[in-house]
Nanobody, 116 residues
């Protein structure tokens, strides 16, 4: 089992940057696929970026070219660098950890607001 705690959200102006971090506790972090998801008001939760246990990354079309996901298996962290933020990026961002055998874990979420 793993517990996930996000940090780094906040208010930023359009065009600005934020870096979200997710700290994991528990064992076997390195075998988890890790991801960032978001949920905007009135909308469903959507995938933003996922990084595999071997470091391969995939991005939603809306995030590609602006966001970068990375992981540090020694520190047990996963980060999301967000550049060129837009008002439509406003959402609660959730860290996710998926074990190869199926168990799926979520953090509590961190608010990102992009507004002038």
């Amino acid at each position: 089992q793993v517990q996930l705690v996000e940090s780094g959200g906040g208010l930023v102006q359009p065009g600005g940057s934020l870096r979200l971090s997710c700290a994991a506790s528990g064992s076997s972090f390195s075998i988890y696929a890790m991801g960032w998801y978001r949920q905007a008001p009135g909308k469903g939760r959507e995938s933003v970026a996922i990084i595999s246990s071997t470091g391969g990354a995939t991005y939603a079309d809306s995030a590609r070219g602006r966001f970068t996901i990375s992981r540090d298996n020694v520190k047990k962290t996963v980060s999301l660098q967000m550049d060129g933020l837009k008002p439509e990026d406003t959402a609660v961002y959730y860290c996710n950890g998926r074990h190869p055998l199926g168990p799926n874990y979520w953090g509590q979420g961190t608010q990102v607001t992009v507004s002038s």
